[in-house]
C-alpha cells in the first residue's frame, strides 16, 4: 500500500490497517490518531512530523523508520520492533 492509498483511506474513515504492508510508504506529516496499525509492516517509512496519538503500534514492525519530529504520545509500541529507528532520512 502506498503512502497516498493509506491516508485516502484513512481519510475516509479507515482505522483497521492491521497487517497493512507500508513499505518505503511516505507519511510525511499524516494525521494518523488511533490508527490500528498492529503488526504492520513499516520498513522504511517516513513518518517525519506525523501525528501517532493513540495509534496501535503493538509487534508494528519499524525497521528503520522515519520518525523526525513524530508525535507517539501514547501509541501503544508493545512488541514493536524498533531496530534502527532515525530522526534523519538518509540521502
Not at 6 to 13: D, K, V
Not at 59 to 85: I, M
Given at each position: 500500500?502506498?503512502?497516498?492509498?493509506?491516508?485516502?483511506?484513512?481519510?475516509?474513515?479507515?482505522?483497521?490497517?492491521?497487517?497493512?504492508?507500508?513499505?518505503?510508504?511516505?507519511?510525511?506529516?499524516?494525521?494518523?490518531?488511533?490508527?490500528?496499525?498492529?503488526?504492520a509492516n513499516l520498513i522504511?517509512?517516513?513518518?517525519?512530523?506525523?501525528?501517532l496519538t493513540e495509534a496501535n503500534l503493538f509487534?508494528?514492525?519499524?525497521?528503520?523508520?522515519?520518525?523526525?519530529?513524530?508525535?507517539?504520545?501514547?501509541?501503544?509500541?508493545?512488541?514493536?520492533?524498533?531496530?534502527?529507528?532515525?530522526?534523519?532520512?538518509?540521502?
Open positions: 500500500m502506498t503512502g497516498k492509498e493509506f491516508i485516502e483511506q484513512y481519510n475516509e474513515g479507515r482505522r483497521d490497517f492491521s497487517g497493512a504492508n507500508l513499505h518505503k510508504a511516505d507519511l510525511t506529516g499524516a494525521n494518523l490518531t488511533r490508527a490500528d496499525l498492529y503488526k522504511y517509512v517516513n513518518l517525519t512530523g506525523a501525528n509487534g508494528a514492525y519499524l525497521f528503520k523508520v522515519y520518525l523526525e519530529k513524530a508525535n507517539l504520545t501514547r501509541a501503544d509500541l508493545t512488541e514493536a520492533n524498533l531496530t534502527k529507528p532515525s530522526c534523519t532520512k538518509p540521502t
